[in-house]
């Protein structure tokens, strides 16, 4: 037996089972559907039994009040723990002595050093006494007068009797001669400037004259060119 006589006779048991079947079908899709006053998505929007509100709505606020209440539980926990941890950390790393005088036992001048600094303190001490005491001292105009105004400058009187003395000759000076007069002072190339002056404008109105015959020119020979255009077409 062949392949193509197999698939006829599987061909022929199946086609009245696919006939009968597809009948079936067929009728069934000829019924008219049944009207409804909902759309097919309004149908399957369930609401909770909560007061109608949709159920995403109901367990949102169900789960925010359960994250609330996790987060409180576990926040004391948390700090807690985190505290702790930073403390002991803290004591591990703590050094018994200060970082300054952590390095003090390797230094071999460290004795030295120290004793020298006991014996400066005291001179250090008392020079600065002296020069605090020094600079308390009181001028002799005002007794009780502040900082500011002990430090009065000694050459005040000769500022001002300069200023004085030199205001004078500038308002005579001004008085005498006036600002723009000052300024007026003769030009070495004066007379230069003005052959130069004079030569270029002398070179400026030839250029002027040129320009004027040129313009003259120009409309006569355009009549010209366009009357011999004219006889020559």
Do not use: C, F
Not at 53 to 61: I, K, M, Q, R
């Amino acid at each position: 037996m062949s392949t193509m006589d197999i698939k006829s006779k599987w061909y022929e048991a199946n086609l009245h089972t696919a006939r009968e079947s597809r009948k079936k079908w067929y009728q069934s899709s000829k019924q008219p559907t049944k009207t409804v006053d909902t759309h097919w998505y309004e149908a399957n929007a369930q609401h909770s039994s909560v007061g109608g509100v949709p159920w995403y709505e109901a367990n949102l606020a169900e789960h925010l009040d359960t994250k609330h209440k996790w987060y409180e539980a576990n926040l004391k926990a948390a700090v807690e723990s985190v505290r702790a941890e930073r403390k002991k950390w803290y004591e591990a790393n703590k050094a018994d002595v200060p970082w300054y005088e952590a390095n003090a036992h390797a230094d071999p001048h460290a004795d030295i050093k120290k004793k020298w600094y006991k014996a400066n303190l005291e001179a250090a001490r008392a020079s600065q006494a002296k020069w605090y005491e020094a600079n308390q001292q009181a001028t002799t105009d005002a007794p009780t007068s502040h900082w500011y105004e002990a430090n009065v400058n000694p050459h005040a009187d000769i500022k001002k009797k300069w200023y004085e003395a030199n205001l004078e000759a500038a308002r005579a000076s001004r008085e005498s001669s006036h600002w723009y007069d000052a300024a007026s002072v003769a030009d070495p190339y004066a007379e230069s400037r003005k052959k130069w002056y004079e030569a270029n404008i002398a070179l400026i109105r030839q250029k002027s004259i040129k320009k004027k015959w040129y313009d003259a020119n120009t409309l006569k020979a355009r009549a010209t060119r366009k009357k011999w255009y004219e006889a020559n077409k």
